[in-house]
């Protein structure tokens, strides 16, 4: 098998971040198997690698999208200089010849919320050339995306042609979750370092940019309760996000001592087991990998019905959907019902776990390292 030279291109990658443990995973396999990577990014804060190179290239400017544009320069002299097989990229931007990423299509979204006007600001305006040149007509791009939603939002936004534009399955790393498995005395013991009793309920929420991912949603909703059920509540967010901002929201609701902010963790399988749900009431969520990870751990879910795998927990029936558009009330009513039937929780933790056991939602990475050598394969016939 031929021996390629790839470059992958991210922004910034730090430890946690869910985009870039995919590119991570993507760049590991491509190493492995032993073709030559780099890594061209503004910001690396992560473990020293040994499979592939890191290099760090300092393209900060004064804003993100100024950040990008110099970034896309960086692709096109790389491109220029011909010296990669295929170059992959983790945001949108130009001359790329694999794309993959998380961000819903922007131009559908202005138009679906009505701020189109927006387009005409600088920021969203570069946003949108970028976009532009992974998915519109003048581009060769391949795209790489995990959702079906977005594959049809973009397909009918950008009329892409089929054969550029790839489904993948979900990338859950089991074995990284089913390692923190615990007995029953040891999930006990786990619940009591946070101040959990035998009948008191341990609430998750997993995920970094805290307004996006809900928290907001999540505390009136737990300030919402009934007294005897609220004082025996305690929320972990696990993230990496303004736990100050959110620490005053909890307070001001009057649940400050019942909120545990954990910082990004390495340990998150555990906090899956320990659990009563997980709750990720999202403002917008292209997948939503904490939704598959729950069901793997037999842990239920409630989530906003727009968040991309929200499908998988519906065809599961491994929790309860909040209905798009959003209404506060109508979370607040889902989790007391949620949290006052002991047997439907367990029920939705079993059915989520059968489906993780008879559905794809492990193999991502090998059919994204199929297609960038693919794309790898055409080029290096080109030249």
């Known amino acids: 098998m031929p021996k390629y030279k790839l470059a992958f291109v ?3 990658y730090f430890k946690f971040g ?56 960086l692709v096109y002299s790389l491109k220029q200089k011909s010296e990669f097989d295929c170059i992959v990229g983790f945001n949108r931007m130009g001359g790329l010849d694999v794309y993959f990423g998380g961000d819903p299509c922007l131009r559908a979204k202005l138009k ?5 006007w927006l387009s005409f600001l600088p920021r969203y305006h570069t946003y949108l050339q970028l976009e ?16 079906p939603t977005e594959l049809e939002t973009i397909s009918r936004t950008y009329k892409i042609a089929p054969n550029r534009i790839h489904l993948l399955p979900p990338g859950i790393d089991r074995e990284r979750l089913i390692k923190y498995s615990m007995t029953a005395q040891q999930r006990k013991e786990f619940r009591k370092q946070y101040g959990i009793n035998d009948d008191g309920f341990l609430l998750l929420t997993i995920g970094s940019s805290f307004m996006t991912k809900g928290i907001d949603r999540a505390i009136e909703a737990i300030a919402s309760l009934p007294e005897n059920m609220k004082s025996r ?7 990496q996000g303004d736990e100050n901002k959110f620490q005053a929201i909890a307070s001001k609701a009057g649940i400050g001592k019942n909120i545990i902010f954990a ?8 906090f899956y087991y320990a659990s009563d749900l997980l709750l990720h009431p999202a403002r917008t969520e292209t997948a939503g990998h904490t939704l598959l990870e729950s069901m793997v751990c037999s842990l239920p879910v409630i989530v906003t019905e727009h968040c991309g795998y929200a499908r998988y927990v519906r065809e599961a029936k491994g929790g309860l959907i909040c209905p798009d558009p959003f209404v506060q009330g109508q ?37 994204a390292v199929k297609i960038i050598l693919d794309r790898a394969a055409k080029k290096s016939i080109a030249k």
Not at 112 to 116: D, F, K, L, Q, V
Not at 338 to 351: E, I, M, P, T, V
């Open 263 to 270: 910082g990004g963790r390495e340990d998150i399988g555990a």
């Open 112 to 116: 679906s919320n009505g701020r189109a």
């Open 331 to 367: 979370l607040n009513n889902i989790l007391k019902d949620f949290l006052n039937n002991k047997d439907a929780r367990q029920q939705y933790g079993q059915n989520g776990f059968s489906y993780t056991e008879t559905s794809d939602i492990y193999s991502m990475t090998d059919k």
């Open 233 to 239: 509540c305690r929320y972990i967010v696990i993230g």
């Open 18 to 73: 869910g985009l870039q443990r995919d590119m991570r995973k993507f760049a590991q396999a491509c190493a492995e198997a032993g073709h030559d990577v780099t890594v061209f990014t503004n910001m690396w804060d992560g473990p020293e690698e040994r499979l592939f190179r890191v290099e760090i290239v300092n393209l900060k400017a004064s804003s993100n999208h100024k950040t990008i544009k110099k970034i896309e320069k």
């Open 132 to 147: 532009q040149a992974v998915f519109g007509p003048d581009s060769d791009t391949d795209v790489m995306v995990i959702s």
């Open 10 to 12: 991210i922004e910034r």
